[in-house]
């Protein structure tokens, strides 16, 4: 699927991935009356940072969802 449907799927709790990455994901952090949205990358070490897609992952086709368990 594409980033942009991907994004729509955040925007309502999902995670998303790329097929090239096997244990990290992207989660849109939701805004408060303190910060605003931001999207953060979890990797396999379970440690997340605050992420920005790059040229390469808004064009590619190889995004996944990732269920909440």
């Known amino acids: ?5 991907a994004l729509k799927a955040m925007k ?6 790329r097929t090239s990455w096997p244990k990290k ?3 849109l952090n ?3 009356e303190f910060m605003s949205n931001y999207l953060y990358m979890v990797n396999a070490a ?3 940072m605050p992420w920005t ?3 390469a992952d808004l064009f ?3 995004w ?6």
């Open 1 to 5: 699927m594409t980033f942009e449907v």
């Open 12 to 17: 309502c709790g999902v995670r998303a991935k």
């Open 25 to 27: 994901y992207v989660a």
């Open 30 to 32: 939701r805004a408060d």
């Open 46 to 48: 379970g440690d997340s």
């Open 53 to 55: 897609p790059s040229q």
């Open 60 to 62: 590619a086709n190889d």
């Open 64 to 69: 996944e969802l990732i269920p909440i368990v």
